[in-house]
């Protein structure tokens, strides 16, 4: 690909279509607000901005040019002043293909590109590009890299392409209902409150103000009806996300898939991968599901430092699928935290539970009194947390499991551990207990691990394996 080429031309809509939505947006907001008396100018501003826009849409997609020459990736823009942007094929990290609603409606990808350092965000966008230039795209860079990279072999092993995991219908149906709906719920909340000058909250909420006089059975129907419409909310949109989630592997890298109405397409180096982890929610940890993600340093589109890899499997496949491709060790059995360290469970989430429920109870009566229900739960929840902690070394790994609200196993190689810490305070040295930090490299930032309330005998343990240098770390 060594021949200069532009983007699709549906790239000059997607431009437009981006400043289409924005002009909406400000015309919505000066219509509304009438700043100046202006709104008599709106026709004439809506329509000057979009011819602009068409121009120097058509100008920027003229003047941009992409090629692959001589190792690198080089993208020429700019229609006043030149713009030339050269990556190294070797800094490339990740490639991410995906297609919103006009790149799928002409049949057409957005391409993104990831360098080493990006801090998550792309480094070369081609907004509009066939999919088999993009597939032809990531063909030469993986090939190149592979060139250039000849005596990094260690994953030839691996089947070229290989299908690891495909969520079956089942599977996705298990998925979405189990999910939780909360942060759903909230997205759409917190999006509703930028436009409150358009939606007439006022009147919406004098209409329902006989709730507030309500019965208590009516109050709890309603609270049931919220969290049954944010249920369905959150089962729709993760049947959208995780439809047809495939995971392959292909010339060393992880190539996640998924989506129904918008695809999304991750790449991620497999030796880029810093530790895996095994999430089980309470919802699925009584049937036996789990949840695994990777912690990559880089790779993937997203903002978050984590990538799940298997949306749900089961707790007994966990083993089998990870140590099938990673280098790793599923060890299934761990060392627990000592009876001792049971009090300090309790007593961290009643104080907790208190500083919630008091408040309630001394400005929300007789409501608040309600709250003081948190306080048996907090102490289950304190219960499990002790029950679910513990660790593992196995030559050259480390495991360490704990739960805050969800139970988490995470699993290390010792070479990709950035430091490790132990941290002791007055009523924890008391006992003669200490906590393990771990961190990792992750993307832009650290990701950071920690058990709570070992022995402290174990903590040196843990910290004289990590000490080790002449066993390999790095």
């Known amino acids: 690909m060594y021949d200069q080429k532009r983007l699709h031309p549906v790239a000059v809509l997607v431009k437009i279509a981006k400043a289409i939505k924005e002009i909406i947006v400000t015309n919505i907001f000066l219509f509304v607000t009438n700043i100046g008396n202006i709104r008599s100018f709106l026709l004439i501003g809506t329509i000057l901005a979009l011819i602009l826009t068409i121009i120097s849409s058509v100008l920027n997609w003229l003047k941009f040019t992409y090629r692959i020459e001589e190792n690198e990736f080089r993208v020429e823009q700019g229609v006043f002043l030149k713009k030339n942007r050269y990556i190294p094929i070797e800094r490339i990290q990740s490639i991410n293909v995906t297609a919103g609603f006009i790149q799928r409606l002409f049949g057409v990808v957005k391409l993104e590109i990831e360098t080493a350092g990006g801090m998550g965000e792309a480094e070369v966008e081609l907004s509009a590009i066939r999919k088999e230039e993009a597939e032809q795209i990531r063909t030469i860079i993986k090939e190149q890299k592979r060139q250039i990279a000849q005596g990094e072999a260690e994953q030839d092993k691996l089947e070229e392409g290989r299908v ?81 989630f495939t995971v392959r592997e292909e010339a060393g890298q992880i190539i996640i898939s998924s989506g129904i109405f918008e695809k999304k397409q991750i790449s991620i180096p497999i030796d880029r991968i810093q530790a895996i982890k095994v999430t089980e929610n309470w919802l699925r940890q009584p049937f036996g599901y789990a949840t695994v993600h990777i912690e990559s340093a880089g790779g993937g589109s997203d903002k978050d430092v984590e ?21 790793l060790t599923i060890n299934e059995t761990l060392h627990p935290v000592p009876r001792r360290a049971l009090s300090r469970f309790l ?83 008391q006992k003669d207990l200490t906590s393990v930090q771990c961190s990792i490299i992750s993307k832009s930032t650290g990701s950071f691990f920690a058990v709570k309330n070992l022995e402290e005998k174990d903590g040196m343990e843990i910290y004289k394996w990590f000490s080790r240098r002449s066993e390999g770390q790095v």
């Not at 030559?395 to 704990?402: N, P, R, V």
Request: hydrophobic share 50%; with cysteine; aromatic share 16%.
């Open 347 to 429: 007593l961290r989430m009643l104080i907790l539970s208190l500083l919630i429920a008091v408040p309630l109870c001394l400005f929300f009566k007789p409501w608040g009194y309600l709250s003081l229900i948190l306080i048996p739960f907090a102490l289950v929840l304190g219960y499990f947390q002790y029950k679910d902690t513990g660790w593992y070394l196995n030559g050259k790994e480390l495991t360490l499991s704990f739960r805050v609200l969800n139970k988490t196993t995470v699993f290390f190689e010792k070479k990709r551990i950035q430091s490790l810490e132990l941290k002791q305070s007055y009523f924890q040295r």
């Open 164 to 244: 690891l995991y495909k969520i079956s219908f089942n599977e996705l149906l298990i998925t979405a209902a189990t999910s939780s709906g909360l942060g759903v719920a909230l997205s759409i909340v917190a999006f509703l409150s930028q436009f409150d000058e358009i939606i007439p909250y006022e009147k919406i909420f004098d209409k329902l103000e006989w709730i507030v006089h309500a019965s208590v059975t009516m109050i709890v129907i309603l609270c049931l009806i919220g969290l049954i419409i944010a249920w369905i909310i959150s089962f729709i949109g993760v049947l959208l996300q995780y439809g047809d």
């Open 307 to 327: 990538t799940i890899l298997f949306p749900l499997i089961r707790k007994k496949q966990v083993k089998e699928k990870v140590e099938s491709f990673f280098h």
